[in-house]
T-cell receptor
Framework: DTAVSQTPKYLVTQMGNDKSIKCEQN?????MYWYKQDSKKFLKIMFS???????INETVPNRFSPKSPDKAHLNLHINSLELGDSAVYFC?????????????FGPGTRLTVL | AQKVTQAQTEISVVEKEDVTLDCVYE???????LFWYKQPPSGELVFLIR??????QNEISGRYSWNFQKSTSSFNFTITASQVVDSAVYFC????????????FGKGTKLSVIP
């Protein structure tokens, strides 16, 4: 059984489009995250939600909007896509909101903006 | 702010060799945790270990071992008798103290195991 799943795995789109990435975890965790990994493999946190409530919102353009309909789901919507948004986006979850707890990652979504 | 240095950007070894990946961190916290993750060529991020600052005993899991030295702020990772399947990027995540929400990753070390 997949613990943290993301869809789609690959996403190719044109500049200016709006797209969404979905994430679901079946671990019963309270906290979920979105990370962006650039072409140099650098991983940077974007957002974190704890029990559907936003707790981390890093300096991310407001074209990126996370939505958590329940604590098992955290979706990422991106408006007006730009070339620089091309990256791999990872969803993760942990039991608690403190980063002392282990985060488990989804398989990643490779976004390519043309 | 917490900081981690993985000085080795890329390492290549021949299969069956032992290899150590270095991780040096900075923190002002007295209580903290350290993590290692693996990212194989297939791209997923795999959790390897979580270690707290109270426990300085070395950890061994099969061919993997971790050497935590609080005095030198290092948390090094050794793979014994490396295999091709060990080829991956390995990330050390800096200490995150109690009350901290963020987990910040090091830049990673790319390990290539050559048959």
């Amino acid at each position: 059984d997949t613990a943290v799943s993301q869809t789609p795995k690959y996403l190719v789109t044109q500049m200016g489009n709006d797209k969404s990435i979905k994430c679901e975890q079946n671990l019963g965790h309270d906290t979920m995250y979105w990370y962006k990994q650039d072409s140099k493999k650098f991983l940077k946190i974007m957002f974190s939600y704890n029990n559907k409530e936003l707790i981390i919102n890093e300096t991310v353009p407001n074209r990126f909007s996370p939505k958590s309909p329940d604590k098992a789901h955290l979706n990422l919507h991106i408006n007006s896509l730009e070339l620089g948004d091309s990256a791999v986006y990872f969803c993760a979850s942990s039991r608690y909101s403190e980063s002392t707890d282990t985060q488990y990652f989804g398989p990643g979504t490779r976004l390519t903006v043309l | 702010a917490q900081k981690v240095t993985q000085a080795q950007t890329e390492i290549s070894v021949v299969e069956k060799e032992d290899v150590t990946l270095d991780c040096v961190y900075e923190t002002r916290d007295t209580t903290y945790y350290l993590f290692w993750y693996k990212q194989p060529p297939s791209g997923e991020l795999v959790f390897l270990i979580r270690r707290n600052s109270f426990d300085e005993q070395n950890e061994i899991s099969g061919r993997y071992s971790w050497n935590f030295q609080k005095s030198t702020s290092s948390f090094n990772f050794t793979i014994t008798a490396s295999q091709v399947v060990d080829s991956a990027v390995y990330f050390c995540a800096p200490p995150s103290g109690a009350g901290s929400y963020q987990l910040t990753f090091g830049k990673g070390t790319k390990l290539s195991v050559i048959p």
